[in-house]
């Protein structure tokens, strides 16, 4: 008899406390329940998310399906890209149950994901991401269309990228940064083919880097787009050089960091490269004309072992220790340039160094190889705002410098604060979509606590 009053005394606490599943509506069935005035993908019903923070939620899950704002569609088989489906709970605990707190959060979000029916009911694209605030909990519901994308590995990344907001209890940023990390997982950032290391440390390094660890909309995001804004910027200029068939290497085309003592205008860059041969400078480059076949790390150099820049027998510049870590990788172990793909040998080849000018002032019969080798890694370093979509799409207007890429439509979209002023103003009109169905059978997922 004792242990029965217990029980029931503790399943009554929990009900009080917590929240079952049967007891949470759909936010877009009966939105003021879950503290929305419109249909909504996010159900709050003890008001933890400020307004404005959840119609940022709210926006950012409409940009998800609508495949906009940075974000793309999901593929799904013969129907096609299709928008993924994303919804949040908020509750104060976990109903009373058996298992972890971790096991429970995720039980709530399968329970969740199959009451609303979040995804489409043949693409099975849905994602449900639940807090319960006193239990101190996440859970994450991955429909089993989308399980091979958002792999459980990942999952674990992204509650693990939000735990430093939600110690803070910025709930609404800590739902920002795991929302986003989603999306931006579902939009398929891959980084360029030659990179290596694309696993679980690779997600995580994604997660930290596309949500300044835990930061998204923050000061630090907005630093991290200007920079990778003024790497747009860099490769206009050389776009526009190219064009006036002025182009030299002033930047190592792997780390697009400068070289020391480039001159930052494309104009004058062969002065400021023949101040330095003749003597009234310091060259800093390492000119390696052979390299010992099959071992890219012995090439035989000049005598100045401790410049900074290294340039291979095609021609193509580097730093010299992004060169050595490039061939020390897997990515280097067919041993060729990273940007025109010829072959590391003992053998000058005086048409391959005519395709690079060896510094001199060129074209885009040079530099066009390089503008792709250099987008490629601007992508990698910037999956968050530079896609593969952005890439194709200014690929055909390359040789127009009047197509400016770091004023472009597509990249002006994803500058943080436009993206938060955008998902304020669309989440305040609530979802631009309804459930469609989805569930969590045969999906994946996880659960954690901070």
Not at 142 to 154: A, E, F, Q
Not at 345 to 361: A, K, L, M, Q
Not at 381 to 405: A, E, V
Request: hydrophobic fraction near 30%.
């Amino acid at each position: 008899m004792r242990s029965h009053l217990v029980f029931l005394w503790v399943l009554s606490i929990s009900l009080v406390l917590g929240l079952s599943p049967d007891k949470l509506p759909s936010p877009q069935e009966d939105p003021a329940s879950c503290g929305r005035t419109n249909p909504s993908a996010v159900c709050d019903p003890s008001g933890y998310l400020p307004p404005s923070a959840a119609d940022t939620v709210d926006g950012i899950i409409n940009f998800i399906h609508d495949g906009s704002h940075g974000f793309n569609k999901v593929p799904c088989g013969s129907s096609g890209p299709t928008g993924a489906q994303l919804a949040v709970a908020v509750v104060p605990s976990l109903p009373f149950g058996l298992g972890s707190k971790p096991d429970r959060a995720f039980q709530l979000a399968k329970d969740f994901h199959d009451r609303w029916g979040v995804g489409d009911a043949t693409c099975q694209n849905g994602v449900v991401l639940v807090l319960a605030i006193r239990d101190r909990s996440v859970g994450l519901s991955v429909g089993r269309g989308v399980k091979n994308i958002l792999t459980d590995d990942m999952v674990s990344g992204i509650i693990n990228s939000m735990k430093g907001k939600l110690r803070d209890k910025d709930y609404g940023g800590a739902l920002e940064v795991g929302v986003t990390a989603i999306g931006n997982i579902l939009s398929g950032g891959k980084p360029p083919k030659e990179s290596s290391g694309w696993g679980v440390l690779g997600f995580l390094f994604f997660v930290v880097t596309c949500c300044g660890i835990g930061s998204c909309f923050d000061r630090r995001k907005r630093r991290r787009y200007a920079r990778c804004k003024q790497v747009l910027r860099s490769i206009d200029e050389q776009r526009a050089a190219a064009n006036a068939d002025r182009y030299v290497t002033t930047s190592c085309p792997i780390c697009l960091e400068d070289f020391p003592n480039a001159s930052k205008s494309q104009g004058t860059a062969g002065s400021s490269k023949e101040g330095d041969e003749t003597g009234t400078g310091t060259s800093a480059t390492k000119t390696v004309r052979t390299v010992k076949a099959g071992n890219p790390e012995a090439p035989e150099t000049t005598d100045e072992e401790t410049e900074a820049e290294r340039v291979l027998p095609c021609g193509h510049k580097f730093h010299d220790k992004c060169i050595v870590e490039w061939f020390s990788g897997t990515q280097g172990a067919n041993t060729l340039c990273p940007i025109c793909r010829q072959p590391i040998s003992e053998e000058r080849d005086v048409r391959i160094e005519n395709r690079t000018n060896f510094g001199s002032p060129s074209g885009w019969d040079v530099y066009d190889p390089e503008y792709r080798f250099r987008m490629e890694r601007a992508q990698f370093y910037y999956p968050d705002y530079i896609t593969w979509g952005m890439i194709n799409s200014w690929d055909h207007d390359r040789y127009r410098s009047d197509h400016s890429l770091a004023t472009s439509n597509a990249f002006v979209a994803v500058d943080p604060v436009v993206v938060a002023e955008a998902a304020r103003a669309s989440g305040t009109s609530g979802s631009t979509f309804s459930f469609g169905g989805g569930s969590s059978a045969g999906g994946g997922g996880g659960g954690g606590g901070w």
